[in-house]
């Protein structure tokens, strides 16, 4: 059973920027794909960017395309979100996904995380 735990989150700025820590409660490096998605009030959870389990692969909706940035410390567990130049659209609760994955891909698909954080607040204020 992996266990994660978001981190970062918080009341920014327009045009601010934050960082979001996902920290695994065991290896993860080996095998394991990551995402982070974000779910509005009143709208469904949408993948915001996911990761294979090298780092090698990234993929980001583009939404926050050149805006965020996702990397991986596989030796800490831990996964990171950059997000650069917030916008109110931005704000939403946060959440860190794990699956395994070992064909190198990554995953979009919220229904294909096995593992899931408490998620973290991120508002964004004009």
């Known amino acids: 059973q992996v266990q994660l735990v978001e981190s970062g989150g918080g009341l920014v700025q327009v045009g601010g920027s934050l960082r979001l820590s996902c920290a695994a409660s065991?290896?993860?490096?080996?095998?394991?794909?990551m995402g982070w998605f974000r779910q509005a009030p009143g709208k469904e959870r949408e993948c915001v960017t996911a990761?294979?389990?090298?780092?090698?692969?990234?993929y980001y909706a583009d939404s926050v395309k050149g805006r965020f940035t996702i990397s991986r410390d596989n030796a800490k567990n831990t996964v990171y979100l950059q997000m650069n130049s917030l916008k109110p659209e931005d704000t939403a609760v946060y959440y860190c996904?794990?699956?395994?994955?070992?064909?190198?891909?990554?995953?979009?698909?919220?229904?294909?995380?096995?593992?899931w954080g408490q998620g973290t607040q991120v508002t964004v204020s004009s």
């Open positions: 996904a794990a699956r395994q994955g070992y064909s190198g891909a990554y995953f979009l698909n919220e229904y294909e995380y096995t593992y």
């Open positions: 065991e290896r993860t490096s080996s095998n394991y794909a």
């Open positions: 990761i294979n389990w090298s780092g090698s692969r990234t």
